[in-house]
């Protein structure tokens, strides 16, 4: 569909807007804080906020969306997200001094679609829970999991790229990405297609026909990866994994200056998070062979999520390429902080919950993420903080900047 002149109006308004941020010298001076973290030489913690409650924050319309086509409507909601976080929250954000477009991409997925019921939202909630079916009840439901295939629409790509040149033309320049970033965390797909309950009791009662699902969906995974190193298109120029800026002098050490976009150029995230609920010994047989053979195809691997991972540590330092753990909050922050060594990075997650209560106890706030800081300090650990998985702060956006003011008092202290 056209763009019409409205469109393009809307787009220069938004670039010009995000340019005005993204040539300030700050962001360069937070990419060379980012590279110090990275390179395991923290300078000071650092903080990040991600994986919002958009629904919830668009008091101004500020973030309503006013173009249809949905390649550039893309665009537009980007700029406006990262335009929105600067101008409220920017803790240690970076814009890049560019506009960065999307390749025309497709990726096949595993050639099997979740069985998921929508459940009821409870009164006063936005956020609300699913339902999946047992689509993988025997063996031969396994071969319905299939290979990735994965393609690229370089004529479409070129088009997109020159109309996104004329666009920002006398505004920005603008860098088309080059592809894909790798989600590891098999598990969380598995149990979309066999649900939570079926995985734990089948780990239990039938162990031979989980390592045959996650054989066959590491296999389609690794399919993956090699045809995306075949096209060309890992995105070797991506600023973060997993919500965490990823500035390294081995990968990307500079705004776009990644080093070729194929894996092992880039960075990859895995997680286990329904392994919070059992054992280290099941992480162990479940999980650490299969996610190793996948992260070796990557130059850098940030794991975990909402997993607790303090107790199964020297499992996950066994991840091959492993650079960032997260500390979820159901993780010990003392016993991580203790365990996790000066040679990868403690990525601390305070919890939302604070956020979400009637009344946010500012103070215990304040406590929760010092208390982390001087956990880091006493054991000479690289932190970084991310506030992330932000369900609702009550329609009242306000509680994001507190947050963020407070995070970045405590961690320049």
């Not at 995000?18 to 001076?29: D, G, H, I, N």
């Not at 909601?77 to 814009?95: A, C, E, G, H, N």
């Not at 969380?188 to 649900?195: A, I, R």
Request: some cysteine.
């Amino acid at each position: 569909m056209p763009l019409s002149s409205k469109d393009i109006k809307v787009l220069k308004e938004l670039g010009s807007k995000y340019m005005s941020f993204a040539t300030l010298p700050v962001q360069k001076e937070k990419l060379e804080l980012w590279k110090s973290l990275n390179r395991c030489k923290m300078q000071r913690p650092m903080v990040c906020i991600d994986q919002l409650p958009w629904n919830e924050l668009n008091i101004n319309d500020e973030l309503t969306l006013q173009i249809k086509d949905p390649y550039w409507k893309a665009i537009e909601w980007d700029l406006r997200t990262k335009i929105y976080k600067w101008t409220y929250f920017p803790v240690d954000m970076v814009l890049e001094p560019y506009i960065t477009i999307p390749k025309v991409i497709h990726n096949s997925g595993y050639g099997i679609h979740p069985d998921v019921k929508r459940l009821e939202l409870v009164e006063g909630t936005t956020a609300a829970s699913q339902k999946y079916a047992n689509l993988l009840k025997d063996y031969n439901d396994i071969q319905k999991i299939k290979d990735m295939e994965i393609t690229v629409d370089e004529e479409l790509s070129k088009q997109y790229l020159q109309e996104a040149e004329e666009i920002f033309d006398g505004i920005a320049p603008v860098i088309q990405g080059h592809g894909l970033q790798f989600h590891l965390g098999v598990w969380d797909y598995l149990t979309q297609l066999m649900s939570v309950e079926s995985a734990y009791f089948d780990i239990m009662d039938r162990p031979e026909f989980i390592h045959a699902c996650m054989e066959r969906i590491t296999e389609a995974t690794i399919s993956g990866i090699k045809k995306a190193n075949e096209l060309k298109v890992h995105n070797d120029i991506a600023n973060t994994c997993h919500c965490s800026y990823v500035y390294t002098d081995e990968l990307l050490p500079d705004f776009g200056a990644g080093k070729g976009p194929v894996s092992n150029n880039c960075w990859a995230f895995g997680m286990a998070q329904l392994f919070t609920s059992v054992s280290p010994k099941i992480t162990e047989e479940f999980e650490i062979p299969y996610i190793s053979r996948m992260a070796e195809y990557f130059g850098m691997i940030y794991y975990g999520c909402c997993d607790r991972l303090d107790d199964r540590l020297d499992l996950v330092k066994k991840i091959p390429n492993l650079k960032k753990v997260s500390c979820s909050p159901w993780s010990d922050r003392k016993r991580f902080a203790e365990q996790i060594g000066d040679n990868l990075i403690m990525s601390a997650k305070p919890s939302p919950a604070f956020l979400a209560d009637s009344s946010p106890d500012w103070d215990t706030i304040r406590k929760d993420l010092q208390l982390t800081v001087d956990l880091a300090k006493a054991n000479n650990v690289n932190l970084e903080i991310i506030l992330k998985d932000i369900s609702t702060v009550r329609f009242q956006p306000e509680r994001l900047t507190k947050w963020a003011e407070i995070a970045m008092e405590v961690v320049q202290n």
